[in-house]
């Protein structure tokens, strides 16, 4: 879920900024319906800015924890495994 989100966040920044291009060097300016668009876009880039930050920091925290560690259950498998009825 981590990994798709971000590449979801990173397609819709790259929407945004050929908007937020589109307006200043573009004819976006010219044009309302764009213009609307671009200022909208201009909010969401704020937004998926946050939300890629959040989504790092908690990555971070979860690496720090453990939890997304590849051999944090090593140990209980092998457990498992060496059970003797």
Not at 16 to 34: D, Q
Not at 49 to 70: E, L, Y
Request: aromatic share 14%; charged share 15%; with cysteine.
């Amino acid at each position: 879920m981590g990994f798709g989100f971000i590449i979801i966040i990173r397609i819709l920044f790259v929407t945004c900024m050929v908007f937020i291009i589109g307006y200043v060097f573009g004819g976006f300016s010219k044009r309302p319906a764009l213009a609307v668009i671009t200022k909208v876009a201009a909010i969401l880039i704020i937004v998926l800015f946050i939300a890629t930050n959040i989504m790092a920091v908690r990555n971070n925290f979860n690496r720090f924890k453990g939890n997304n560690c590849p051999w944090s259950r090593c140990d209980t498998t092998y457990r498992q495994e060496q059970k003797h009825p």
